[in-house]
């Protein structure tokens, strides 16, 4: 069975404060592909980023930069100098080939003030 | 491309009544998933479908729901008779390749449905 947890249910930092968020999965297949999702205020989900089990190369987008380290089966999350806009619930998913569908964790909602 | 659409964006509907949600899946993509949202529960898979197909159907709560996918281009979701546990925030989301591909699954705007 796979399975994702974002135990953080929620962070509030102040504008420009880096912030990481957590995600740690469970999963049996050697191959599987991790993703992070945004939902903003608005509702629709927004895809960030997809990474396979093969690579383990941190990436770095802007503001946005993501680790994954297979030893401690976590794909953490870091937005540095946070903004207002940023402000959404986060959402770390996980799939593989013996299951087409994401299995998503909690989501982590992350409030950025001013 | 309009990415996926769903429709209605919105529904509200009284115990007992048929409730039906639409998706018109990204062109070209195989894949089309639909997935429920709540507080309690989250983002849950309902149903997949590959070429038209459904694959796992094992998240469908109940005989009360029933998904369809009568060609590539469009997707329906049924609930009857619907219940005010029913109500969330469901969405449709396609795919090209499933999680192979580097862009992600697509989600539509989702349809947010209050039973009363």
């Known amino acids: 069975a796979q399975k994702v947890t974002q135990a953080q249910t929620e962070i509030s930092v102040v504008e420009k404060e880096d912030v990481t968020l957590d995600c740690v999965y469970e999963?049996?297949?050697?191959?599987?592909?991790l993703f992070w999702y945004k939902q903003p205020p608005s509702g629709e989900l927004v895809f960030l980023i997809r990474?396979?089990?093969?690579?383990?190369q941190n990436e770095i987008s802007g503001r946005y930069s993501w680790n994954f380290q297979k030893s401690t089966s976590s794909f953490n999350f870091t937005i540095t100098a946070s903004q207002v806009v940023d402000s959404a619930v986060y959402f770390c998913?996980?799939?593989?080939?013996?299951?087409?569908?994401?299995?998503f964790g909690k989501g982590t909602s992350l409030l950025v003030t001013p | 491309d309009a990415g996926v659409i769903q429709s209605p964006r919105h529904e509200v509907t009284e115990m007992g009544q048929e409730v039906t949600l639409r998706c018109k899946p990204i062109s070209g993509h195989d894949y089309l998933f639909w997935y429920r949202q709540t507080m309690m529960r989250g983002l849950e898979l309902l149903i997949y479908f590959n070429n038209n197909v459904p694959i796992d159907d094992s998240g469908m709560p109940e005989d009360r729901f029933s998904a369809k996918m009568p060609n590539a281009s469009f997707s329906t979701l049924k609930i009857q008779p619907s219940e005010p546990r029913d109500s969330a925030v469901y969405f449709c989301?396609?795919?090209?390749?499933?999680?192979?591909?580097?862009?992600?699954?697509?989600f539509g705007s989702g349809t947010r449905l209050t039973v009363v």
């Open positions: 989301a396609s795919s090209l390749t499933g999680p192979q591909g580097r862009d992600g699954y697509t």
């Open positions: 998913a996980l799939s593989s080939p013996s299951g087409y569908a994401l299995n």
């Open positions: 990474r396979n089990s093969f690579d383990e």
């Open positions: 999963t049996r297949d050697t191959t599987y592909y």
